[in-house]
């Protein structure tokens, strides 16, 4: 199974090289450079994604109102702040934070992470259900 995962980052280059690493890596990957245009495509597409990596401070919203505009469609999307801000106030979905600069085998470890949990959660249920 393919993982699919939009970056979301108003610095083109960050986009550029976290979207190189994770398709090296086998990962179906979307860039955005706009957290609106991210939304909107994200809204009209949400079943396709799994893991959104998003940036704090973007303009006109930032990653934790990009996090509860998209949970309104679809809770199961996982979505982590990737961010340079130290300063990080408006979290009330209580998101995962990593700091940049990131190690871009560190980066390849939280994906790796998450998606081995997505599956075991998967596991988990798919047995209860077999009860």
Do not use: W
């Not at 190189?20 to 396709?48: K, M, R, S, W």
């Not at 961010?83 to 940049?100: E, G, H, M, R």
């Amino acid at each position: 199974m393919s993982h699919s995962i939009a970056i979301v980052d108003d610095e083109p280059d960050c986009v550029q090289l976290f979207k190189d690493i994770l398709l090296t890596n086998g990962y179906n990957v979307v860039g955005f450079t706009n957290p609106l245009l991210a939304l909107e495509h994200i809204q009209e597409n949400q079943e396709e994604y799994d893991l959104i990596l998003s940036d704090y401070k973007m303009t006109p919203i930032d990653s934790c109102d990009l996090a509860k505009k998209i949970a309104e469609v679809n809770t199961s999307i996982t979505i982590i702040i990737i961010t340079a801000a130290n300063d990080i106030c408006n979290n009330p979905l209580q998101l995962q934070v990593y700091f940049k600069p990131l190690i871009m085998s560190k980066l390849i470890e939280i994906v790796k992470k998450i998606f081995r949990v997505s599956k075991l959660n998967y596991d988990v249920f798919s047995k209860m259900l077999m009860y």
